[in-house]
């Protein structure tokens, strides 16, 4: 499972090592939207955070006990459900915030992945959040796994030869 700040590209290292093992690529925001069936942004603005972080709980709860040898991306705060560890390998993907923040502004579409995060619509409330987070991944991780502008092949490549 691969767990990390928002934006630090955890969706396409997954498919790359999904293409690399043969395994399924498990999203966990794609699994609470067509559960919920809103987008992320409209149940935060809808019924407010707290409501999206018992999705995340129910999501952790139901990978737990039905999904095995998939690869998992998550949201940058599923980190603190309780039963992370009982998902299986955590693997966190690391960057430091400015150059995740940088990439995202790069990408062609970079305005939609803004967009659709409500935790990165204040860069400031953001970098805090990264500061608060950063020692949780890191305590929750098994390995930690460097990022920033790394080829996501290279990157999978790693993640493989260390889990
Ligand atoms: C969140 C990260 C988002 C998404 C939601 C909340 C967070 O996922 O789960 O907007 O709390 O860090 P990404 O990490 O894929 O952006």
Redesign the pocket.
Known sequence: MLI?????G??RTARCLADQTGMFAL???DL?ESYANKR??TI?SEDG?PA?REL?KKAARWLEKNVNASVI??????VNVENIKAIGTVVYLHSDFDSIIKSIKSHPNAEKKIK?????QDMEAARK?YNT?LPIYRRVADVEVFMADRPVARVAEEIVERV
């Open positions: 990390g700040f928002m934006g630090v955890k969706g999203d966990c925001d609470i992320i942004r935060f955070e999206f995340e991306s998550t949201g940058g705060g599923f659709k995060r409500p935790l990165l959040l987070r």
